[in-house]
């Protein structure tokens, strides 16, 4: 187990092949899967082919990007998973977070824990200058996690086929004009942080 990052709570390590059966319990949740395809969930042909290779790839890639499973340090249970990642198309210097927990781990702080430790060490150590999230407009829970991770609000959208395009999504299978409602992005800039951090030193 290559371990990525600790913080009190949570272990962030690499994924392996041996994580299909977790990611398939996980996306087989209803509840966790709301606001990502309505309810159903991920085959598991689509785990083990497309979506545990893609967390891979990461690693043969970037040293310090990429997709990390949460691991529950009193119980070792998998509680979900973190992303800290660059996107092409976006703007240089900036990443992206994300996370999917099991509901068992919904209203823990396990969520704002490990987006704080990851956003702080891409400000002090990996050179990130913008960290930026996005979710459905109505997703209170993780719009909550992003404000508490020190993330402002900062604009609600449509995607666009070039959205879908940065997002690894083919928009010939998933149009645009199929995504219900609109979604939100919350940001928070260097400067921001770090005024943040001189204010709790």
Do not use: C
Request: net charge negative.
């Amino acid at each position: 187990m290559q371990v990525f990052l600790e913080t009190e709570r949570l272990t962030l390590r690499q994924f392996t092949e041996d994580d299909a059966d977790n990611l398939v319990e996980l996306d087989g949740d209803p509840d966790v899967m709301r606001y990502l395809s309505g309810g159903p969930a991920t085959p598991r042909e689509e785990i083990e082919n497309d979506i545990l290779p893609h967390f891979l790839n990461y690693y043969t890639r970037f040293e310090a990007f990429g997709f990390w499973a949460a691991i529950e340090k009193s119980s070792g249970d998998f509680l979900g998973w973190f992303h800290f990642r660059p996107q092409e198309g976006r703007e240089e210097n900036g990443v992206e977070l994300g996370y999917r927990l099991r509901k068992s781990a919904w209203g823990k702080g396990y969520a704002t824990e490990g987006s704080l430790a990851l956003i702080d060490l891409g400000f002090r150590e990996l050179g990130v200058e913008r960290v930026y999230a996005g979710t459905y407009e109505e997703n209170i829970g993780s719009r909550r996690v992003m404000e508490k991770s020190g993330l402002k609000f900062v604009r609600s959208y449509r995607f666009t086929t070039e959205d879908l395009q940065a997002m690894g999504i083919d928009p010939d299978t998933f149009p645009a004009d199929e995504f219900p409602g609109e979604e939100v992005e919350y940001a928070l800039i260097r400067e921001d942080w770090e005024r943040r951090r001189a204010s709790e030193a």
